[in-house]
């Protein structure tokens, strides 16, 4: 069993900057791609931007250019740097970790977190 713990959120302004992390543990997540998604009030979850093994990022169109993904070498840790964020990017964001990145890219997941919020105030 893994365990996802996501922290670094809060209540910012727009144009301010967040960095979200997630710690894993429960076994070794070296072959597994780790990602992000969120899900804003009165919409579905969505997917965020994922990093394989291999180190190959992927990102949503609307995040591209200001959010970056990184995980540590150990595998068992991933980031998400958020800059110049818009109200539109408030929503609670979950980190999630699966074998295949196709699971990821199709918005599945074989472990979640329990989420943390982010607020970006106009």
């Known amino acids: 069993q893994v365990q996802l713990v996501e922290s670094g959120g809060g209540l910012v302004q727009a144009g301010d900057s967040l960095r979200l992390s997630c710690a894993a543990s429960?076994?070794?997540?070296?072959?597994?791609?780790m990602g992000w998604f969120r899900q804003a009030p009165g919409k579905e979850r969505e997917f965020v931007a994922s990093?394989?093994?291999?180190?190959?990022?992927y990102y949503t169109d609307s995040v591209k250019g200001r959010f970056t993904i990184a995980n540590n070498n150990a595998k068992n840790r991933v980031y998400l740097q958020m800059n110049s964020l818009k109200p539109e990017d408030t929503a609670v964001y979950y980190c999630?970790?699966?074998?295949?990145?196709?699971?990821?890219?199709?918005?599945?997941?074989?472990?979640w977190g329990q989420g943390t919020q982010v607020t970006v105030s106009s």
């Open positions: 999630a970790v699966a074998f295949l990145l196709s699971r990821l890219r199709g918005g599945s997941a074989d472990y």
């Open positions: 429960g076994r070794t997540l070296t072959s597994y791609t």
């Open positions: 990093i394989s093994p291999s180190s190959n990022t």
